[in-house]
């Protein structure tokens, strides 16, 4: 299968060990964004990945599509332009103390591209599906129009499009963000979505509780699609007992089957990402042609043992989310 993502690309600096921003007197970096970490995780399990974005010319940037061609990723859409990267902070929580993320992306290459930057007909002319997150059109006005631009144009060549809701509060408003999701929505074939996030966006409620995990799924697609008219719809749910701990399942339909996962429990190494784990192991399901209950299954597996793995990326072999499907957790010798 072969997949096209767009989106930012930022550097992630993140204090040494569980130190707090206030102890930090050294970061570790890396490179992350959540399509970026989509197109990883695809790229490391065979398929053909393309990622665009827009960076400067400077010693970082090259080294961030150095990593970036390391996984297997095609590069060569990459705009050039601007004078610096996005910038995302993390200090990780543990037990009752919660993880905190600072941004400083404004300015940066990317948030200042235009439609004009990218050579729409060549991003497009070889893939088989676009990868987009909410994200990117929030990030502003401009990008809006690009992702508005691959939209239309990926639906006039028959190119599938997923989209992940991802909705930042401090990006948009719940009203902004549902605006430009029902403009997108015509140019959809998958929708992913935090089951909040599609009740806010969209301004719906269903009356079921914690405990009717079917029937209020199943509610939440059926309500979605309504307003949307998107065929395939994935729905994730994550509980967060402490900062150490998930539970994790999601539901997924493709307009005539629905299929809701097993519910995940897992100690959390590390939870950055793990939505992008998600979205990475539906599209490697549904590009293996996987019933409905296969997709969802691996996507939720590929979710939980994210949570296990130092990264934003979900570094984790296809065969180990399938033993996690499997829950075969012994020593693999």
Request: some cysteine.
């Amino acid at each position: 299968m072969r997949i096209t993502g767009f989106g930012d690309y930022l550097i992630h600096f993140s204090p040494v060990g569980e130190e707090r921003f206030y102890q930090a007197e050294t970061m570790k970096i890396s490179f992350t964004g959540a399509e970026a970490n989509v197109c990883a995780a695809l790229a490391l399990w065979g398929h053909d990945v393309s990622f665009v974005t827009r960076l400067p010319s400077n010693p970082l940037s090259f080294r961030s599509i150095a990593f970036l061609k390391g996984l297997g990723i095609n590069t060569s859409h990459i705009a050039n332009g601007g004078t610096r990267m996005g910038l995302y902070f993390l200090e990780k929580g543990a037990s009752v103390r919660s993880s905190q993320v600072i941004y400083d992306r404004h300015h940066s290459g990317f948030t200042e591209a235009t439609p004009a930057d990218f050579d729409i007909d060549a991003i497009l002319s070889n893939t088989d599906w676009l990868y987009l997150t909410g994200i990117t059109p929030a990030l502003s006005p401009s990008l809006y129009d690009c992702t508005l631009a691959l939209c239309q144009e990926a639906k006039k060549r028959g190119i599938a499009v997923a989209l992940d809701v991802n909705y930042r509060p401090a990006l948009s408003t719940p009203a902004e963000a549902g605006r430009v999701l029902r403009t997108l929505a015509p140019y959809l074939t998958c929708l992913i979505g935090n089951e909040e996030h599609l009740k806010s966006l969209l301004d719906f409620t269903v009356p079921y509780g914690e405990d009717e995990i079917e029937s209020r799924l199943r509610a939440i697609t059926d309500e979605t699609r309504k307003r949307l008219d998107v065929p395939n719809i994935a729905v994730t749910v994550r509980r967060t007992p402490s900062a150490s701990d998930a539970v994790i399942y999601a539901s997924y339909s493709n307009g005539q089957d629905f299929a809701v996962s097993p519910v995940h429990r897992m100690h959390v190494v590390d939870r950055v990402g793990s939505g992008d784990a998600f979205s990475a192991g539906l599209l490697h399901a549904i590009g293996e042609g996987r019933s409905v209950a296969e997709t969802v299954n691996f996507a939720a597996a590929s979710n939980a043992i994210k949570h296990t793995v130092i990264s934003d990326i979900n570094f984790a072999t296809v065969d180990e989310i399938t033993r996690v499907m499997a829950q075969a957790y012994d020593v693999k010798r």
